[in-house]
Antibody, heavy 120, light 110 residues
Framework: EVQLVQSGGGLVKPGGSLRLSCAASGFTFSNAWMNWVRQGPGKRLEWVARIKSHFHGGTTTYAAPVKGRFTISRDDFMKTVYLQMNSLNTEDTAVYYC???????????WGQGTLVSVSS | QSVLTQPPSASGTPGQRVTISCSGSSSNIAINYVYWYQQLPGTAPKLLIHRDNQRPSGVPDRFSGSKSGTSASLAISGLRSEDEADYYCVTWDDSVTGAVFGGGTQLTVL
């Protein structure tokens, strides 16, 4: 079955850290570009970060609000993509989704979403 | 405020054709592919259109995408009650070096 299974997330205080994981199965993970996308209380989708495949250089790119605080990485052996989130603030509160980038082969796979809540 | 502008809401009756617009700029829509997603309540988004006007396998041909200049559109023909959902456009923006989403359009089937 083609799927992404997320883990991590939860409640954290402002200034804290969390790591999200996203394990892939059912498709060639090493070929996929991976994104993290979040959806805050207002429902709007917001792109967070992208990592290309190692074949395409493994380049990482970040949205301005998270640059310098979040780090996306991948482990092709474990078929997992990660999002390390540091210096969290209340505006980072959202449901976080990992997803494949459709630029490569129109691959469309989403994780189940995980809630990150930043509150004192 | 989103870089890409979508109408917050749209509506139609069963069988009608509805169009949702997505307005951008010379740094995003004009020079990069546009993708459209459908998000049903309580679920993750689903890809409807990729590379401006291509339908992934399994997406009904009632859904179509188009682009002209700095704007893109999603058309849904033969509207059905199950099409009631939020629709988002997304593209890459070279000026911010990142992906940008539209604010989303909530489609109501009357």
């Amino acid at each position: 079955e083609v799927q992404l299974v997320q883990s991590g997330g939860g409640l954290v205080k402002p200034g804290g850290s969390l790591r999200l994981s996203c394990a892939a199965s059912g498709f060639t993970f090493s070929n996929a570009w991976m994104n993290w996308v979040r959806q805050g209380p207002g429902k709007r989708l917001e792109w967070v970060a992208r990592i290309k495949s190692h074949f395409h250089g493994g380049t990482t790119t970040y949205a301005a609000p998270v640059k310098g605080r979040f780090t996306i990485s991948r482990d092709d052996f474990m078929k997992t993509v990660y999002l390390q989130m540091n210096s969290l603030n209340t505006e980072d509160t959202a449901v976080y989704y990992c997803t494949t980038d459709p630029y490569i082969d129109a691959l469309d796979v989403w994780g189940q979403g995980t809630l990150v809540s930043v509150s004192s | 405020q989103s870089v890409l502008t979508q109408p917050p809401s749209a509506s139609g009756t069963p069988g009608q054709r509805v169009t949702i617009s997505c307005s951008g700029s010379s740094s995003n829509i004009a020079i990069n592919y546009v993708y459209w997603y459908q998000q049903l309540p309580g679920t993750a988004p689903k890809l409807l259109i990729h590379r401006d006007n291509q339908r992934p396998s399994g997406v009904p041909d009632r859904f179509s995408g188009s682009k002209s200049g700095t704007s893109a559109s999603l058309a849904i023909s033969g509207l059905r009650s199950e099409d009631e959902a939020d629709y988002y456009c997304v593209t890459w923006d070279d000026s911010v070096t990142g992906a940008v989403f539209g604010g989303g359009t909530q489609l109501t089937v009357l």
